[in-house]
């Protein structure tokens, strides 16, 4: 069982930027491949980036790409999320999540955080 954080959403003006941090309540948090959810109102929950458990290997959502950043601090079981450039379209609540990596890809697991809200508007 793996306990999971989020904290850093808010309220920001497009163009802006948010850092989003995900911490693990277990010492094997550092075992787990991250990755970051999001879902808007009337919308599924989506992956927008992940990380190995090592840190070595990031993915991203085409939607995100390039403006997003994950890495994670193994050492203090934190994973964070570097958000520039957000949109309006970006609003949404933010979950992490702790999975693994098979087949090349993330995959979920049922561990998540209470999530953290994130609206960006002028």
């Known amino acids: 069982q793996v306990l999971l954080g989020e904290s850093g959403g808010g309220l920001v003006q497009p163009g802006g930027s948010l850092i989003l941090a995900c911490t693990g309540s277990?010492?094997?948090?550092?075992?787990?491949?991250v990755g970051w959810f999001r879902q808007a109102p009337g919308k599924d929950r989506e992956l927008v980036a992940s990380?190995?458990?090592?840190?070595?290997?990031?993915d991203y959502a085409d939607s995100v790409k390039g403006r997003f950043t994950i890495s994670r601090d193994v050492v203090n079981n934190m994973v964070y999320l570097q958000m520039n450039s957000l949109k309006p379209e970006d609003t949404a609540i933010y979950y992490c999540n702790a999975g693994a990596y098979r087949g090349g890809r993330y995959q979920q697991e049922d561990f998540w955080g209470q999530g953290t809200q994130v609206t960006v508007s002028s």
């Open positions: 990380i190995t458990y090592s840190g070595g290997s990031t």
């Open positions: 277990e010492d094997t948090f550092h075992t787990y491949a």
